[in-house]
């Protein structure tokens, strides 16, 4: 289930539909448990259970994957990778001792996966490694295609398209690295140095990566000479890249950004170039949107009246030049202080084109880390060290955002952070993931809260995580869906581990004054019973207040095959029945979607009508 206004459901509803990817029922309360260690692992033989879990990515949609350690009868090789998206719940994508698809002879994976991601269409892609397989051919990228049907994307050792080059090696964890990204329509974008000293960037569907750019190894002006790790890829598979490229045969190079555009790939900005009022000395990878706009960390040569105290930047770019979105020395808005040297700040954008970034300020005395927020050409503060942390103890305040530098936003503006507070009592609790919607900045789950694992078990949270940085369309792993459910992995006490999702129903009764959003009608579960359903089933809600209310439901196609319309309905529980027929007919078995709204507010949810 997922809250959401009338215009938000008015563009996602169809799109939901059309895919076949209703949005996920919630739990009971704001979280929703996925997995749990010590709980059975579906689908697997008789008797395993979940032993370890990784950090979850979510999509879109709210739905998540993560990688899960399974221990059973017979299992040798418990790495596994797991989601929930789709009709059939959860269900491994990668199963223990499965042998590894595209590889011959036949090998099983080994130890998981690593750089694991999910799209809105429930496709996942990951680095994963073979057992008895020697080095130099044992790592690759797998990814799921339109059949749910894992592929292998590209392999070590193995031809890498468009080259006479073979793939290096996948995988190493080193700081920073996405190693693969995923677009909404399903291709998989990486970096790979190769044999023979080659490197280039790729990208493509499951199984048919294609180069998008290359290396050249013998020095031609304007040719690439090296590339950054990381890659961006937008929703339609659009990449953004840094790379080195040659100013002379001798071997001099300079850094440069580039982006896939409509017309084909092309060079945005490079060192030595003016960028306007100043010359670009150097860039950190950049990051992009389905719009074309790029944001990095950015260099600036000193000269004239650039100096070694104002060098350093945020820039937006369109390909029609760079916006500057905040300088080093210039002052941080609400911060009483300058900005410090902005290099890893990780700026990400979405949809609309606002920039969320972390910086430093020097208030006169010392460095004061922050969290910022470009919207509408507007630099705003949204959380420094030394502001009260909501939902905590009195005299508890922000103390940094740079352990992990953790940060999303959504299509809609909302933003989820990472943070650890300090003050009073602030101990083993230090730790949090705090959320900004509107107006409204909340906690969402801190080191010492509670969680109810089960029905009546309740357990206190000691250590809580979430994934990297993403803007939500740059193709990185997501923590933030587009209706703001929010997944993390916690520990707990007593030695248990879960994956969660915070779902949006945390803001119920909370007014939202930069949105207009009052407390909600549509209050309590929307469910509809019973689910999978045979024949008929019924659709509950709750309202808390009296209002007109409609209740509909759609086939995958989107077609309307039931609606019934609520004039004015009192306040309380709401039912609706739906006999499985359209016009008098029986309608197939099958996925369909329902939506219940009231007033400006619409619930959805799936319902599965099976033989």
Request: charged content about 15%.
């Amino acid at each position: 289930m997922i809250r959401t206004l009338g215009t938000r459901i008015a563009l996602l509803l169809p799109l939901l539909i059309a895919w076949g990817r209703p949005l996920p029922a919630a739990g009971s309360g704001i979280y929703r448990v996925v997995a749990q260690s010590g709980a059975e692992a579906p689908g697997v033989c008789p008797g395993s259970t979940f032993t370890q879990l990784g950090i979850p990515v979510v999509n879109g949609l709210g739905e998540v994957a993560f990688t899960a350690t399974v221990a059973g009868p017979g299992i040798v090789n418990g790495g596994s990778v797991w989601t929930d998206a789709g009709p059939s719940g959860l269900h491994a994508v990668l199963s223990p001792d499965m042998n590894a698809p595209g590889v011959s002879p036949p090998a099983s994976f080994t130890s998981g996966a690593r750089f694991l991601n999910l799209n809105d269409s429930g496709r996942v892609a990951f680095v994963a490694f073979l057992a008895g397989v020697s080095g130099g051919e044992d790592s690759g990228i797998w990814g799921t295609d339109a059949t749910d049907a894992l592929v292998l994307h590209a392999r070590e050792g193995a031809a890498a398209s468009g080259t006479s080059w073979q793939f290096g090696q996948f995988g190493q964890l080193v700081s920073n690295i996405v190693q693969l990204t995923l677009s909404e329509n399903g291709e998989i974008a990486f970096r790979s140095a190769t044999s023979d000293n080659g490197d280039g960037i790729w990208s493509g569907p499951p199984g048919a990566p294609a180069a998008v750019a290359l290396k050249t190894l013998t020095p031609v002006i304007g040719a690439f000479k090296g590339f950054s790790s990381n890659v961006s890829i937008d929703p339609v598979g659009r990449t953004c890249f840094l790379a080195e490229i040659y100013t002379s045969e001798l071997g001099s190079t300079v850094a440069s950004l580039w982006s896939e555009t409509a017309i084909g790939l092309a060079e945005m900005a490079e060192t030595g170039d003016d960028g306007g009022e100043y010359v670009w000395a150097g860039f950190d990878e950049p990051k992009r949107n389905q719009n074309g706009t790029l944001v990095f960390d950015a260099a600036l040569k000193i000269q004239d009246e650039v100096n070694v105290l104002d060098n350093t930047g945020i820039w937006a770019h369109d390909g029609g030049g760079g916006t500057l979105v905040a300088r080093e020395g210039s002052a941080g808005p609400g911060a009483g202080g300058t900005f410090l040297e902005m290099t890893a700040t990780e700026p990400v954008v979405n949809a609309g084109g606002d920039v969320l970034f972390f910086a430093n300020i020097y208030d006169g005395v010392g460095t004061v880390p922050a969290m910022w927020l470009r919207r509408n050409n507007v630099l705003t503060l949204l959380a420094i060290r030394g502001q009260t942390a909501p939902g905590t103890e009195a005299g508890t305040t922000f103390k940094d955002f740079t352990t992990t530098r953790r940060h999303h936003i959504n299509g809609d503006g909302d933003i989820v952070f990472f943070a650890t507070v300090e003050g009073p009592g602030v101990g083993a609790n230090s730790q949090g993931i705090w959320r900004v919607r509107g107006a409204v900045l909340e906690k969402l789950v801190r080191q010492g809260d509670q969680i109810e694992l089960a029905p009546g078990v309740f357990r206190e949270v000691a250590a809580v995580n979430m994934g990297g940085t993403s803007g939500n369309e740059d193709g990185r792993p997501k923590a933030l869906g587009e209706g703001g459910h929010t997944a993390f992995h916690a520990s707990f006490w007593s030695g248990e581990t879960a994956v969660v999702v915070a779902e949006p129903a945390s803001l119920v009764g909370v007014a939202d004054p930069e949105r207009g959003v009052d407390p909600l009608i549509l209050t309590g579960e929307t469910r509809a019973a019973p689910n999978p359903t045979r024949a008929a089933c019924t659709i509950t809600f709750s309202l808390s207040r009296s209002a007109d209310a409609s209740v509909g439901i759609y086939d995958v196609s989107g077609r309307r095959v039931f609606s019934t319309e609520l004039p004015n309905h009192p306040s309380g529980t709401g039912r609706v029945s739906w006999d499985g027929t359209h016009r008098g007919r029986r309608l197939p078995a099958g996925l369909y979607a329902y939506s219940v709204t009231a007033g400006s507010e619409t619930v959805t949810g799936k319902i599965l009508r099976v033989r």
